[in-house]
């Protein structure tokens, strides 16, 4: 498939179908708006038996993005599992342009590599299933167990999640607590929901941690699932909840878009980061610099939840918490969730000598030297708490992929690497599928020149942590 074909994609117009192409009267193109639109003028039944026809196709046109971008196979790394025993996937999957290869690349200056057209499309901002749609999306192994639990169907009519399994979290993932790291993992290998928290951690949080756990496993209505006939669920809906992404205060990998750019084309997919470690971490969101924990909480539900838009949040039936008690009991849960076990790590976050292999303790040299990954992922936990612009926009010209206009990132947050092979895809996006990719990625753009057995010792180094 020519590069062409895969950056395919009509420029979406800045109208005010931002999100429910189709649903409503669209503004003209010269009348740009930040507003989603309320008022639906098209029958629920008729927007619904619509986009349930468009689907197949939309399902095969972003296969066919990700065919060309990455190799899907599902072949783990020999003896590397997560902390939970699911195999960790193995090796670089994203495809390079023809005539081209690795070493090659790297020295090359971004110039060439933007007026050559060879920056690897799996290094590109990665789009939603529906860029033009967006919303909260599910693996399928997620839909199916909170259905299970609590008969609570996250199933869109319109899109299914698009990334296959082997490249995700292990589901349910262990849960550790910084309070009581005697107990292991505390989830005793359930999901937990409403329906469940209470057995599991009465005893052993407190009546305020209980509470806020309550609240994090509590369905709120939200752009997609709610009770409106704007919404992307065949029946009047309940509602999410915070960990039904940040399932077990870990990751499942579900997706979305930020909630705080428009136009639409130009909104990030954004991979659900874990919430272990969260207690020393100083931002919070991505991009949005949010300061503490505990307002990362009530943007979410507030305005993340609706997309962004505190009218359609209004006229959904938006959760307002209440900050000085609902608040702050969520956060003080989330601060409790543990980065798993690393029983190759000293105390202060470096390999412990005569546990670690050489390949390992080669990759830990090459982290705080020639790769210099320590710049921004200082131990003990691998952040500087910091924001960082790689300005991936000097590979590449300005273009769209699938409804995706894709230029500048931005800067974007230093996200810890303590427990990183847990946590596929990778960056904020999702699109990097293995820690292989993540090097090759950082090793292009950052201009290191580093060797194939450097980068192998680094990929070791890192699942280490």
């Known amino acids: 498939m020519s590069r062409a074909a895969v950056t395919a994609g009509l420029a979406l117009p800045f109208t005010l179908a931002l999100g429910l192409a189709g649903s409503a009267h669209a503004a003209p193109e010269d009348r740009p708006t930040s507003y989603h639109p309320v008022v639906i003028t098209e029958d629920f039944a008729a927007i619904k038996e619509r986009m349930e026809r468009e689907k197949p196709n939309l399902a095969q046109t972003q296969r066919r993005l990700l065919d060309a971008r990455y190799d899907l196979a599902d072949r783990p790394a020999p003896g590397v599992t997560m902390s939970k025993g699911k195999p960790v996937q193995g090796g670089v999957r994203v495809k390079l342009p023809s005539g081209t290869n690795w070493d090659d690349l790297g020295r090359m200056s971004p110039e060439d590599i933007r007026g050559k057209h060879l920056f690897p499309a799996g290094f590109m901002p990665l789009p939603h299933p529906n860029h033009a749609e967006g919303g909260m999306l599910f693996p399928q192994f997620a839909i199916d167990e909170i259905n299970n639990l609590e008969q609570r169907d996250l199933t869109r009519f319109d899109l299914d999640y698009d990334l296959p399994d082997h490249f995700l979290p292990e589901f349910p993932a262990p849960i550790f607590l910084t309070t009581r790291p005697d107990l292991g993992d505390v989830s005793q290998g359930k999901l937990v929901s409403i329906r469940n928290y209470f057995e599991l951690f009465n005893g052993i949080l407190n009546p305020k941690q209980l509470e806020g756990l309550r609240l994090l496993v509590t369905p709120f209505t939200q752009q997609q699932f709610n009770p409106t006939d704007d919404r992307r669920s065949e029946h009047p809906h309940q509602g999410v909840t915070c960990l039904d992404c940040h399932a077990n205060g870990h990751t499942n990998a579900a997706t979305h878009l930020v909630g705080d750019i428009r136009p639409q084309e130009a909104r990030h997919r954004l991979d659900t980061p874990t919430l272990?470690?969260?207690?020393?971490?100083?931002?919070?969101?991505?991009?949005?610099?949010?300061?503490?924990?505990?307002?990362?909480?009530?943007?979410?539900?507030?305005?993340?939840?609706?997309?962004?838009?505190?009218?359609?949040?209004?006229?959904?039936?938006?959760?307002?918490?209440?900050?000085?008690?609902?608040?702050?009991?969520?956060?003080?849960?989330?601060?409790?969730?543990?980065?798993?076990?690393?029983?190759?790590?000293?105390?202060?976050?470096?390999?412990?000598?005569?546990?670690?292999?050489?390949?390992?303790?080669?990759?830990?040299?090459?982290?705080?030297?020639?790769?210099?990954?320590a710049g921004c992922h200082a131990p003990p936990y691998y952040t500087d708490n910091l924001m960082h612009n790689l300005k991936t926009e000097r590979f590449f010209e300005p273009q769209n992929i699938n409804g995706r206009l894709a230029r500048a990132d931005g800067p974007i947050k230093t996200f810890p690497l303590r427990g990183i092979k847990d946590s596929p895809p990778y960056l904020h996006d999702g699109r990097l599928l293995t820690l292989d990719d993540t090097v090759e990625f950082f090793n292009l753009v950052l201009q290191r020149g580093l060797t194939a057995e450097e980068k192998a010792d680094l990929v070791a180094f890192l699942r280490t942590l």
Request: aromatic share 10%; with cysteine; charged share 25%.
């Open 276 to 373: 272990r470690g969260v207690n020393i971490q100083q931002l919070f969101g991505s991009q949005r610099a949010l300061k503490t924990v505990e307002d990362f909480t009530e943007f979410e539900q507030r305005a993340a939840y609706f997309d962004g838009d505190i009218v359609m949040a209004a006229k959904k039936g938006v959760n307002v918490l209440e900050r000085g008690s609902q608040v702050h009991f969520m956060g003080e849960f989330q601060a409790l969730l543990d980065f798993p076990p690393a029983p190759k790590l000293n105390v202060e976050g470096r390999l412990i000598k005569g546990q670690a292999s050489e390949q390992e303790l080669r990759g830990e040299a090459l982290f705080h030297g020639k790769a210099a990954c």
